[in-house]
Nanobody, 121 residues
């Protein structure tokens, strides 16, 4: 069994900051890419940022320069530092990880339960 547990969401004023965390636990051999996605009401889920096991990052154009993704491989944890938040950043944020559970198995995508981020005055 593998679990991704997110934390750090909440209500913040425009221009404010939040940091999301996502810890993977369970039977894990190796974690490849990790990332954050978000889904606003009435919209499709979209990529926010991803990071490979070696630290290469990729960002959506809408968050580049404001958000920073990082990971602690020893803790199987990925972070999303969000600065200069805007009302349009309001969404449920989901953690994703591509995990190999055993040395002989292929990597599979796992998702967290989601955490609400609301940017409003």
């Amino acid at each position: 069994q593998v679990q991704l547990v997110e934390s750090g969401g909440g209500l913040v004023q425009p221009g404010g900051s939040l940091t999301l965390s996502c810890a993977a636990s369970g039977s894990i051999f190796r974690i490849n890419a990790m990332g954050w996605y978000r889904q606003a009401p009435g919209k499709q889920r979209e990529l926010v940022a991803t990071i490979t096991s070696s630290g290469s990052t990729n960002y959506a154009a809408s968050v580049k320069g404001r958000f920073t993704i990082s990971r602690d491989n020893a803790k199987n944890t990925v972070y999303l530092q969000m600065n200069s938040l805007k009302p349009e950043d309001t969404a449920v944020y989901y953690c994703n990880a591509r995990i190999r559970r055993y040395s002989w198995s292929i990597a599979k995508d796992y998702w967290g339960q989601g955490t609400q981020v609301t940017v409003s005055s």
